[in-house]
């Protein structure tokens, strides 16, 4: 298992930019993929964005050109938001997949607001 921990979410008005941390509790990178996870309000938790041991990355169509997921060299993620949008309000989970045991570890989730 892997304890990972987000920060950064908050209150942001539309159009504004957001960057959520993901710290994971040990060097996993060369194993695991990493993503983000959102779930807004009423509704099921939603794909957003995803990185591979291999460092390609994938986003939900929702945020392609708006968000970005880099990483460090270590042991974080991040999900860099632009161009916010009242939709994107929701809470975001990180998480980390195994890539060949298929395992899910996840955070606790942060809280985005999108409002004026």
């Known amino acids: 298992q892997v304890q990972l921990v987000e920060s950064g979410g908050g209150l942001v008005q539309p159009g504004g930019s957001l960057r959520l941390s993901c710290a994971a509790s040990?060097?996993?990178?060369?194993?695991?993929?990493m993503g983000w996870f959102r779930q807004p309000p009423g509704k099921g938790r939603e794909f957003v964005a995803q990185?591979?041991?291999?460092?390609?990355t994938n986003y939900a169509d929702s945020v392609k050109g708006r968000f970005t997921i880099p990483r460090d060299t270590k042991n974080t993620v991040y999900l860099q938001m632009n161009s916010l949008k009242h939709e994107d309000t929701a809470v975001y989970f990180c998480?980390?997949?195994?890539?060949?045991?298929?395992?899910?570890?996840w955070g606790q989730g942060t809280q985005v607001t999108v409002s004026s």
């Open positions: 998480n980390a997949r195994h890539e060949v045991l298929r395992t899910d570890s």
């Open positions: 040990r060097s996993i990178f060369n194993a695991y993929a």
């Open positions: 990185i591979t041991s291999g460092g390609r």
